[in-house]
Structures are given as C-alpha cells and as structure tokens.
C-alpha cells in the first residue's frame, strides 16, 4: 500500500506559478510512475502530466505544454509539478497518482493504483 500527499496548492492570479508535490509516505515510488491529474466538479478526472520514477521519462497533456514542468527530487522522494503563467481554466482539484502504466495508457485513471487526497488550486483572472 503507498499513501500519497499531496502539498503545494493555493489561490493565485492569473499569469502567478504555484509548485505542487507528491510524496509516498512509508514507501518510495521505486518502479512507479507518477502522475498528476485534475478535477473539476461534474467533470471526469483529467491528465496533466506524468514521469517515470526510475527512467525519468515524461508526459504532458497539450493543454499544459510548454507551462507545466514534472520532475523528481530524489533527494526528497518527491515529485513536483511546477505551475507557470496559470490561467482560470486550471482551477481544480490536483491529484497525485502512481502506478505501472505503459506508454499508451500513461493519460488513463486506470493505469494507476493508488491517490492522494487532492490539493486545490484556484486561479482568478
């Protein structure tokens, strides 16, 4: 079993950054890849980024290219999504997520055992 928390969320302006990190209480994410999903009330969750613990390898949804950045520190066991030139329309519920996905389901929910509780992030314009 890995617990999952989640830090780093908050209230912003349009155009601020906000970092926001995982980390796996009592385990290490050793094998895993990590992801970062969002969630709007009466919407499905949706996939923001993820990278692989061990290789490094990442993925991003379109809509945060060139923005959002996914990295591990090693040092601390963490992963961290760092959130540049926020916008309204990334106001959710950010949740971490872990699991074993192969390259084409690495943007599913399915893909991945285990969540954290959720961090908010608003954005007003």
């Known amino acids: 079993q890995v617990q999952l928390v989640e830090s780093g969320g908050g209230e912003v302006q349009a155009e601020d950054s906000l970092r926001l990190s995982c980390t796996a209480s009592?385990?290490?994410?050793?094998?895993?890849?990590v992801s970062w999903f969002r969630q709007v009330p009466g919407r499905e969750r949706e996939f923001v980024a993820a990278v692989r613990w061990s290789g490094g390898g990442t993925w991003y949804a379109d809509s945060v290219k060139g923005r959002f950045s996914i990295s591990r520190d090693r040092a601390a066991g963490a992963v961290t999504l760092q959130l540049n030139r926020l916008k309204p329309e990334d106001t959710a519920v950010y949740y971490c997520g872990v699991g074993r996905p192969i390259a084409s389901t690495v943007a599913t929910t399915g893909a991945y055992y285990y969540w954290g509780q959720g961090t908010q992030v608003t954005v007003s314009s």
């Open positions: 009592g385990s290490t994410f050793d094998g895993y890849a």
